[in-house]
């Protein structure tokens, strides 16, 4: 499993990890086929001895230091090219010291006389306290310097300390029973395997979250696609409806001027009637059409707000709409800091006004009061449109930014709207990273109050 | 005023026609149903000038007002351009590629003749 995944990876630390299990099987693999042949045909290796060093302590601490700069490796993330050399260094080290051994080792077995046994060597034991330095640094890297929630931490602790145990029972056996106490060879047995198993469970889990990974990933970019298909659908709607609708209401719009102003002949006061009638259907579906086109637009993510640093005391003065108001017989009052400056969308902010304006219009009576008022504030700027008319039922307030919601439909369709202003106002202030809030007493009045940053700039996507 | 020739550029018939009793009383109106139609007629007319709707077969409303701005003989007719677009950018790019007015859909009968008036006396 590992070699197959090692031959498509580059980590290194999955690399270490195959070189140190590929190293350790070629380890056990020589001791048990050396025993194999000893129990099956008598025959002992006895060359092997010579190169004993190598094959049984070299071999065996190399893989350990692999296995223990392996699983340690991710550990050092931010000290990759440091950390690279000291790997490589102890490597050498290792490398050095297994060559000195095997030197030292052909010496003592030409120079002393009689059975001398590999267990008393002073290398050997050098090896064994090697191994156990080794494994000791991973086990103290991994307590003292993985944070707690760690992946596979206690997992691959465990691991290491199972490894631990083979060395400590072989220096025990070293130290205390000159290496007679078999018992002690054999209680070794099991820790390895414990430990390989343990490792290779890690590793498993690894290659394993990869894999989800990567599908993961496959689906949030085929998703990013679809999504990125509906935006450019939607704006290609929006393009030609634009042009589908407006174009029957125009050749609409036309010949009924024309029939009114009687280019078509003369017409009585009844058919005058009918065709003011026509008239004012069209100019409502014409509303209708401009309106949810805007919203479409401002609902696009593509839509780009030209949003510029203006002087908002102005803007609000400039409003056309209050002649409406007037018509009416409600009364403006203008309520503004003598200075406010802040970074909007003209257009938009205009087309807000006017519509919080036209609501305020439409539920107040004559002699009423709209107030627009505007405060300064240090980050951010906030105004309100206020009026004297006959309020909101506290029902109806959560649904009023809904699309097509009106909270009489009876007079708003007679009066022309859409139940759509207050659909685009929210999105407005959306774009301009705002907040809006309703407060109403029925008998009393409404005030729509608009908060928002007054710095757009930095905060534009 | 003295009559104008007067290029009216519209797929929709009942959209032109309209724009022809518009203008008809006190203009000479001529009609071009597509892009290249109106072109073959511009140079044959030589309008004052020329209602251009911007969604047309075959060339499109900007193409048609870029080749007339080349065109040696017609590039004093004027043009006025009409679009059911009504962002400020496409007014802007309208302005930019020539035409020297430009008026939204829908409108009505005396939005068309002031334009008219506007442009004649530029």
């Given at each position: 499993m590992l070699i197959s995944e090692f031959l498509r990876t580059d980590e290194p630390d999955l690399k270490y990890a195959t070189y140190a299990f590929a190293l350790?099987?070629?380890h056990r693999l020589i001791s048990v086929l050396v025993i194999m042949l000893k129990i099956f045909t008598g025959f002992e290796f006895l060359q092997l001895i010579t190169v004993l060093p190598i094959v049984h302590n070299g071999l065996e601490t190399t893989s350990i230091a692999l296995l223990a700069f392996a699983f340690t490796y991710a550990l050092f993330n931010h000290q990759e090219k440091r950390h690279n050399k000291t790997i490589s260094r102890s490597l050498i080290a290792i490398l050095v010291f297994t060559v000195i051994a095997q030197i030292s080792w052909i010496i003592t077995l030409y120079t002393v006389n009689g059975a001398f046994r590999y267990e008393d060597f002073w290398a050997n034991i050098c090896f064994v306290i090697l191994n156990i330095i080794i494994i000791c640094w991973a086990i103290y890297v991994w307590i003292f310097k993985a944070k707690r929630n760690s992946k596979h931490r206690v997992t691959i602790i465990l691991a290491f300390s199972s490894y631990l145990v083979v060395f400590l029972l072989q220096l025990t056996n070293i130290i205390l029973y000159n290496s007679n106490f078999s018992n002690l060879q054999v209680a070794q047995t099991p820790f390895p395997g414990i430990a390989i198993i343990?490792?290779?469970?890690?590793?498993?889990?690894?290659?394993?979250?990869?894999?989800?990974?990567?599908?993961?990933?496959?689906?949030?970019?085929?998703?990013?696609?679809?999504?990125?298909?509906i935006s450019k659908m939607k704006d290609e709607f929006i393009s030609v409806a634009s042009h589908e609708f407006r174009t029957p209401l125009t050749a609409m719009k036309l010949h009924t001027a024309l029939l009114k102003d009687k280019e078509y002949g003369e017409i009585n006061?009844?058919?005058?009637?009918?065709?003011?009638?026509?008239?004012?259907?069209i100019d409502r579906l014409t509303k209708l059409v401009n309106d949810t086109l805007d919203l479409s637009k401002l609902e696009s993510k593509k839509y780009r707000s030209q949003i510029s640093h203006t002087d908002i005391v102005?803007?609000?003065r400039d409003n056309q709409y209050y002649l409406m108001a007037e018509k009416k017989g409600i009364k403006i009052v203008l309520n503004l800091p003598e200075k406010l400056e802040g970074d909007i969308d003209v257009a938009k902010f205009q087309q807000l006004l006017i519509n919080l304006l036209s609501n305020a219009i439409k539920f107040t009576d004559a002699g009423g009061t709209i107030t627009i008022s505007a405060k300064d504030g240090k980050d951010r700027w906030s105004f309100s449109v206020s009026d004297t008319g006959r309020g909101i039922p506290r029902s109806k307030i959560p649904y009023l930014f809904n699309k097509f919601y009106q909270v009489d439909t009876h007079m708003t369709r007679n009066q022309g709207g859409t139940g759509l202003g207050l659909s685009i106002v929210k999105n407005i202030v959306e774009?301009?990273?705002?907040?809006?809030?309703?407060?109403?007493?029925?008998?009393?009045?409404?005030?729509?109050?608009?908060?928002?940053?007054?710095?757009l700039k930095n905060a534009k996507n | 005023m003295t009559r104008k020739k007067i290029l009216i550029v519209e797929d929709e018939k009942n959209i032109a026609k309209a724009e022809g009793i518009i203008l008809g009383k006190d203009h000479d109106i001529h009609y071009a149903e597509d892009g290249e139609i109106a072109m073959q007629k511009a140079e044959e007319i030589l309008p004052d000038v020329i209602i251009l709707d911007l969604m047309l077969p075959k060339r499109g409303g900007y193409d048609v007002?870029?080749?007339?701005?080349?065109?040696?003989?017609?590039?004093?007719?004027?043009?006025?351009?009409?679009?059911?677009?009504?962002?400020?950018?496409?007014?802007?790019?309208?302005?930019?590629?020539?035409?020297?007015?430009?008026?939204?859909?829908?409108?009505?009968?005396?939005?068309?003749?002031?334009?008219?008036?506007?442009?004649?006396?530029?």
């Open positions: 350790l099987s070629i343990l490792f290779a469970r890690v590793v498993y889990l690894r290659l394993v979250d990869k894999a989800r990974l990567l599908d993961r990933l496959k689906l949030s970019e085929r998703k990013i696609i679809e999504e990125k298909e006061k009844e058919q005058q009637d009918a065709l003011n009638i026509i008239d004012e259907e102005k803007v609000i774009i301009h990273k705002g907040k809006i809030r309703i407060q109403s007493k029925l008998g009393q009045g409404t005030s729509f109050i608009i908060e928002l940053p007054k710095n | 007002c870029f080749s007339l701005r080349q065109h040696d003989q017609l590039k004093n007719s004027k043009i006025i351009m009409v679009t059911a677009k009504n962002q400020p950018i496409d007014r802007a790019k309208g302005m930019f590629i020539g035409a020297d007015h430009y008026i939204t859909k829908p409108f009505l009968p005396e939005e068309l003749r002031e334009a008219v008036r506007k442009v004649l006396d530029q």
